[in-house]
């Protein structure tokens, strides 16, 4: 690391030298390939050892048997006479101090080291003594525990006797091993007691929880010129726990057969999903973590990492910041640490809620695909006794995440293009296909872009064909109304409050025909009402193209369809005000965001920023529906093929019942009369301030916004007010006489 001093920081939060503005220091590798190549000359050396060579000790008249030469003989038989067979220790550790000058994230204390090591080989040395093996060996000319060993463990005698000795010369080993090598101890000889009872430590699938790095918190200290190199991150290290065993391999789930004779499709249809990359290494975990705190040491933030939390595709590291250090100066670095990180993007969450630390999530060199099966096959997934039950993919953590869309109840998607939006939304789709027959959940899907939704047709969930006609789609949403009408009419001839206490009353009652009811034909029998899934795959076209006859429909469902088991999931590619308007916002509380281009696009979705920094390729953020909690998630994947292989199966299973009223409903704009008890008011107070407002007649009539619009929309079809012409306002088209002339005299605007 280059140190800066306190004049090269500004109060601009620039540095002229940080952690990745110096060149390469390839000191420590030239030291490393030279302690290397020492210890292979030493270690030929003691194993080439002849008592016979010519050496300090010994005078040979022929010719030198060492590979090491003359140079070699001298050295071993020097070690040999003070050291013994402790001799092969020397070698063993350079070669070991070589490695680690090529990895700068294991260093640390050289002392400790130093010190460790000269205690491992005076105690190493005295245990080989104590053995009885230090009996001079004319053969090989030295002491088995050589001269050192000798000494010590003949001083030690006297005082403790040979199994006091023992014990002192244990403990030494173990503080010795402590101090030289970074790993614990108890650690060790766990993972040697697992070894020796035949334990395999790889797991067998890849394990579905994450490793944790757990640091201390920080003490309260003064400040200091420069942050600690060593012992800020890895002497606050207490552990990496390893997953040693995977979970069980979940059984995927039979075929559940319902009363028509349906059959689940079976998970084999996915493909095998490739191994999972291994989270981030332990010492690369540590290094990111010093480079973290540098960084943000060098533009004035005081802390330390005290967590990490290292995912499947990004990696939290938890900042502590030292006292009077102010959040929003964390958040305007995200920049300089992802340049710091050489990472694409860093996302920062001041505060982590619940905690008092600064999350700073970071993307992980090598990403880790998380496939639908996955998910299908989890815990979560099965143990949900909801029909709707969407498998979205993993949390941060690497564990699954699941949601129930009957509570949400409905869904918002939006992204770029290319981020993983229509990914997503067939993840959704076959999640639904695999763990609910068409007696429990139909789907209307409109696909106005004619891409993504072609492939679903003549599933046997359809209520229609895939809608590609935007009138069509208008049609089939009216259509969704007046079932949602009729339902409510339903469960209150019944008694009940929402499709789950309809469907449970009709537990074990003979039911009348083999058919859904679905539609609006009173005459039929009672029978359990399926939820109804209704998809738009790209909503701005709709807007686009008949936002006058789509928008009151989608309103109303969103508001009302809740209890009664019909939802809606939009997705678009454009999230801007034009498409995504506060009517629809504020009627789908549940919306998750792909990456988006902009923090404007990012606040017009989640009210908040943080999806431009998304990292793409089905990374997302999920607004929880009912609160404010952004929940970053990384969504399943399930390829085309596996697509192509569910339909094909679910298509065995029957035709789809298809109902043709879906189609043929009439909007308003196609000339159907529908009538409101407010019209004519309506239309008096329009006729006479000359103004056709919607707010305005919010006011007017204490009305709500959808019936307010419904009622401007009523006018323009029966010729009274003039079509929407952008910010102009609507022109009246009716005068006063031809009011008289309808509706007769009646009260003003002003007596009212």
Same mark, same amino acid.
């Given at each position: 690391?280059?140190?800066?001093n306190?004049?090269?920081?500004?109060?601009?939060?620039?540095?002229?030298?940080?952690?990745?503005?110096?060149?390469?220091?390839?000191?420590?590798?030239?030291?490393?390939?030279?302690?290397m190549?020492?210890?292979?000359?030493?270690?030929?050396?003691?194993?080439?050892y002849?008592?016979?060579?010519?050496?300090?000790?010994?005078y +040979?008249?022929?010719?030198?048997?060492?590979?090491?030469?003359?140079?070699g003989?001298?050295?071993?038989?020097?070690l040999?006479q003070?050291?013994?067979?402790?001799?092969?220790?020397?070698?063993?550790?350079?070669f070991?101090?070589?490695?680690r000058?090529?990895?700068?994230?294991?260093?640390?204390?050289?002392?400790?080291?130093?010190?460790?090591?000269i205690?491992?080989?005076?105690c190493?040395?005295?245990f080989?003594?104590?053995?009885?093996?230090?009996?001079?060996?004319?053969?090989?000319?030295?002491?088995t525990?050589g001269?050192?060993?000798h000494?010590?463990?003949?001083?030690?005698?006297?005082?403790?006797?040979?199994?006091?000795t023992l014990?002192?010369?244990?403990?030494?080993?173990?503080?010795?091993?402590?101090?030289v090598f970074?790993?614990?101890?108890?650690?060790?000889?766990?993972?040697?007691?697992i070894?020796?009872?035949?334990?395999?430590?790889?797991?067998?699938?890849?394990?579905?929880?994450?490793?944790?790095?757990e640091?201390?918190p920080p003490?309260?200290?003064p400040?200091?010129?420069?942050?600690?190199?060593?012992?800020?991150v890895q002497k606050g290290l207490?552990?990496i726990?390893e997953?040693?065993?995977?979970?069980?391999?979940?059984?995927?789930?039979?075929?559940a057969?319902?009363?028509? +004779?349906?059959q689940?499709?079976?998970?084999?249809?996915l493909?095998?999903?490739?191994?999972a990359?291994?989270?981030?290494?332990?010492?690369?975990?540590?290094h990111?973590?010093?480079?973290?705190?540098?960084?943000?040491?060098?533009?004035?933030?005081?802390?330390?990492?005290?967590?990490v939390?290292?995912?499947?595709?990004i990696?939290?590291?938890?900042?502590?910041?030292?006292?009077?250090v102010?959040?929003?100066?964390i958040?305007?670095?995200?920049d300089d640490?992802a340049?710091?990180m050489?990472?694409?993007?860093?996302?920062?969450i001041?505060?982590?809620?619940?905690?008092?630390?600064?999350?700073?999530?970071?993307?992980?060199?090598k990403r880790e695909?998380?496939?639908?099966?996955?998910?299908l096959?989890?815990?979560?997934?099965?143990?949900?006794?909801?029909?709707?039950?969407?498998?979205?993919?993993?949390?941060?953590?690497?564990?699954p995440?699941v949601?129930?869309l009957?509570k949400?109840?409905?869904?918002?998607?939006?992204?770029?293009?290319g981020?993983?939006?229509?990914?997503?939304?067939?993840s959704i789709?076959?999640?639904l296909?695999?763990?609910?027959?068409?007696?429990?959940?139909?789907?209307i899907?409109?696909?106005?872009?004619m891409? &993504?939704l072609?492939v679903?047709?003549?599933?046997?969930?359809?209520?229609?064909?895939?809608v590609?006609?935007p009138k069509?789609?208008?049609?089939?949403?009216?259509w969704?109304t007046?079932?949602?009408?009729?339902?409510?009419?339903?469960?209150?001839k019944?008694?009940?409050?929402?499709?789950?206490?309809?469907?449970?009353?009709?537990? +074990?009652e003979?039911?009348h025909?083999n058919?859904?009811l679905?539609?609006r034909d009173?005459?039929?029998g009672?029978?359990?009402l399926?939820?109804?899934?209704?998809?738009?795959? &790209?909503?701005?076209?709709l807007?686009?193209?008949?936002?006058?006859?789509?928008?009151?429909?989608?309103?109303?469902l969103?508001?009302?369809?809740?209890?009664?088991?019909?939802?809606?999931?939009?997705a678009?590619q454009?999230?801007?005000?034009?498409?995504?308007?506060?009517?629809?916002?504020?009627?789908f509380?549940?919306r998750?965001s792909?990456?988006?281009?902009?923090?404007?696009?990012?606040?017009?979705?989640?009210?908040?920023?943080g999806?431009?920094?998304?990292?793409?390729?089905?990374?997302m953020?999920f607004?929880?529906?009912?609160?404010?909690?952004?929940?970053?998630i990384?969504?399943?994947?399930?390829?085309?093929k596996?697509?192509?292989?569910?339909t094909?199966?679910?298509?065995?299973?029957?035709?789809?019942?298809?109902?043709?009223?879906?189609?043929?409903?009439?909007?308003?704009?196609?000339?159907?009369?529908?009538?409101?008890?407010l019209y004519?008011?309506?239309?008096?107070?329009?006729?006479s301030?000359?103004?056709?407002?919607?707010?305005?007649?919010q006011?007017k009539?204490?009305?709500?916004?959808s019936?307010?619009?419904?009622?401007?929309?009523?006018?323009?079809?029966?010729?009274?007010?003039?079509?929407?012409e952008?910010s102009?306002?609507?022109?009246?088209?009716?005068?006063?006489?031809?009011?008289?002339?309808?509706? +007769?005299?009646?009260?003003?605007?002003?007596?009212?």
């Open positions: 690391m280059i140190k800066n306190s004049k090269s920081k500004t109060k601009t939060g620039k540095s002229s030298a940080g952690v990745s503005s110096s060149p390469p220091d390839h000191r420590h590798e030239v030291r490393g390939v030279l302690l190549a020492l210890a292979l000359f030493v270690l030929i050396s003691l194993i080439s002849h008592p016979t060579d010519s050496s300090g000790n010994t +040979g008249s022929g010719d030198i048997q060492n590979f090491g030469g003359s140079m003989a001298h050295l071993s038989d020097w040999f003070f050291l013994g067979y402790g001799s092969f220790l020397i070698p063993f550790m350079m070991y101090w070589g490695i000058k090529f990895r700068p994230a294991l260093e640390d204390a050289h002392s400790a080291n130093l010190l460790g090591f205690l491992l080989m005076v190493f040395c005295s080989l003594a104590l053995l009885q093996l230090d009996r001079y060996d004319s053969s090989r000319g030295f002491l525990g001269v050192l060993g000494l010590v463990s003949q001083f030690f005698l006297p005082f403790f006797n040979t199994l006091g014990l002192l010369v244990l403990t030494g080993l173990s503080m010795a091993i402590v101090l970074p790993a614990s101890l108890f650690e060790a000889l766990s993972k040697f007691g070894w020796l009872v035949g334990y395999s430590l790889k797991p067998s699938t890849p394990p579905q929880e994450v490793d944790i790095l640091l201390k003490e309260a200290k400040k200091k010129k420069e942050p600690k190199k060593s012992s800020l207490k552990k726990s997953s040693l065993a995977g979970k069980k391999k979940e059984a995927e789930p039979s075929y057969r319902s009363t028509q +004779g349906y689940l499709p079976p998970l084999s249809i493909e095998a999903q490739a191994p990359i291994h989270p981030e290494m332990r010492r690369d975990l540590v990111n973590s010093r480079v973290l705190e540098e960084k943000l040491w060098n533009f004035g933030v005081e802390g330390q990492i005290t967590r939390s290292p995912g499947p595709v990696t939290r590291y938890e900042f502590q910041p030292a006292s009077g102010k959040i929003n100066k958040v305007n670095l995200a640490l340049l710091a050489k990472a694409v993007s860093v996302r920062i001041a505060p982590i809620p619940g905690k008092d630390v600064v999350g700073i999530e970071v993307p992980n060199a695909v998380v496939y639908l099966k996955d998910i096959t989890s815990q979560e997934f099965r143990e949900s006794r909801s029909k709707l039950t969407l498998a979205l993919g993993k949390d941060t953590a690497g564990s995440y949601a129930d009957a949400m109840p409905h869904l918002l998607i939006a992204g770029a293009t981020s993983g939006k229509s990914v997503c939304l067939n789709i076959c999640s296909l695999f763990s609910a027959s068409p007696q429990e959940v139909r789907f899907m409109i696909d106005p872009k891409l &993504e072609g679903y047709d003549d599933v046997p969930h359809l209520l229609t064909p895939v590609t006609n069509k789609a208008a049609s089939a949403l009216n969704a007046l079932e949602m009408e009729r339902r409510y009419r339903v469960l209150a019944r008694g009940v409050r929402n499709i789950e206490q309809y469907n449970q009353a009709l537990e +074990g003979v039911q025909r058919r859904l679905i539609g009173k005459e039929r009672e029978e359990k399926p939820y109804i899934v209704i998809v738009i795959d &790209e909503l701005a076209d807007m686009i193209t008949s936002a006058a006859e789509v928008e009151g429909p989608i309103t109303r969103a508001q009302m369809a809740r209890a009664v088991g019909i939802h809606l999931i939009l678009t454009r999230p801007s005000v034009d498409v995504i308007t506060g009517v629809i916002k504020a009627n509380p549940a998750i792909f990456r988006v281009s902009s923090k404007v696009d990012s606040r017009t979705i989640l009210d908040s920023n999806a431009e920094k998304l990292l793409g390729d089905g990374d953020l607004l929880l529906p009912g609160t404010s909690r952004i929940k970053r990384h969504g399943s994947y399930i390829s085309e596996e697509i192509k292989k569910l094909t199966f679910l298509k065995t299973q029957g035709k789809p019942q298809y109902d043709n009223s879906v189609l043929t409903q009439k909007t308003q704009s196609e000339g159907e009369e529908i009538t409101d008890d004519e008011r309506a239309v008096r107070i329009v006729v301030t000359g103004i056709a407002s919607i707010s305005m007649l006011r009539l204490k009305v709500g916004h019936r307010a619009s419904r009622l401007i929309d009523m006018m323009e079809a029966d010729g009274i007010v003039g079509p929407f952008g102009k306002p609507r022109e009246i088209l009716m005068t006063r006489e031809q009011l008289i002339a309808r509706f +007769g005299e009646g009260k003003s605007v002003e007596e009212e």
